[in-house]
């Protein structure tokens, strides 16, 4: 790799950095309904602002010792966990297709996954504003980044691409999130109680309208076997009732979605 190359990975990782501390905001403030603007950040315990030398991605959690320089409570380990897998993902996507439209949607994409997968893991929550708003933007986006695969662009051959691309997106949402809501009601009819979410099928409108629908279901594969192994192992270790256990689906479906256009051509 030569030097242009090497700049450019390291620009998208500080670049991935600053955007997981912007969604460090998103994934404790949407839940609660608050601004995501106002007020600066503040700590959750003792609600003091934070200072700029104090809020610098991984930095200030190193040096403060993942603690509070205020009230000295103890930061959450998400926080920094959320800017490094945010720029460790931004370099992979940057790596395969490169500062391009087609880096900027999956930088998107990336980040939406990220967000949701921390709200439905920590709060049980896929909020609107990332599914729904996430599902609009994707369905935009493929006028300008053409979405791709074999079976598309054979039915598809004679429309314009990017008619195609927003065909394609249309028919992922729907192919994806309808069943998975028919499943949802059937449940609900049988068992008297809740076992998917509406918060999971606009997730997978959302999964749908920027992959499609056939990277879509190798998404829905790959979120469910590991939500299947990790879910029940968990459960498993810690002794949980599996019959009452809320398994957050909605994260390994994040899971799964984020690892797909790092593997196929997209």
């Not at 403030?29 to 003091?48: A, E, N, Y």
């Not at 790959?222 to 009732?241: D, M």
Request: aromatic share 12%; hydrophobic share 55%.
């Amino acid at each position: 790799m030569d030097n242009a190359g090497v700049f450019q990975l390291a620009a998208a990782g500080i670049f991935g950095l600053l955007i997981g501390s912007f969604l460090n905001v998103c994934i404790y403030r949407v839940p609660r309904d608050l601004s995501i603007v106002f007020p600066r950040s503040f700590c959750p315990q003792c609600d003091k602002q934070i200072g700029w030398r104090h809020n610098i991605p991984l930095v200030s959690y190193a040096v403060l010792h993942g603690r509070c320089a205020s009230c000295a409570a103890r930061i959450g380990v998400r926080y920094p966990l959320v800017e490094l897998s945010t720029a460790l993902l931004f370099v992979l996507v940057v790596g395969r297709y490169g500062w391009t439209l087609a880096g900027l949607k999956w930088a998107i994409f990336e980040s939406l996954a990220i967000v949701l997968f921390w709200t439905d893991m920590e709060d049980r929550i896929l909020p609107d504003e990332f599914t729904i708003g996430g599902a609009i933007a994707g369905l935009a986006i493929a006028l300008f980044v053409p979405l791709r695969g074999p079976v598309l662009e054979h039915v598809l051959a004679s429309i314009g691409v990017p008619w195609r691309s927003l065909l394609g997106a249309i028919v992922g949402c729907v192919l994806l999130a309808l069943p998975m809501w028919a499943v949802g009601a059937f449940y609900r009819t049988i068992r008297k109680r809740e076992g998917l979410g509406l918060g999971d099928v606009k997730l997978l409108a959302l999964v749908g309208s920027f992959l499609g629908f056939e990277s879509g279901i190798l998404a829905l594969m790959i979120g469910a076997a590991s939500g299947s192994i990790i879910g029940l192992s968990y459960i498993w270790w810690t002794r949980q009732n599996a019959a009452t256990y809320q398994l957050p689906f909605g994260s390994f479906l994040c899971l799964g979605a984020a690892i797909v256009p790092l593997v196929s051509s997209l």
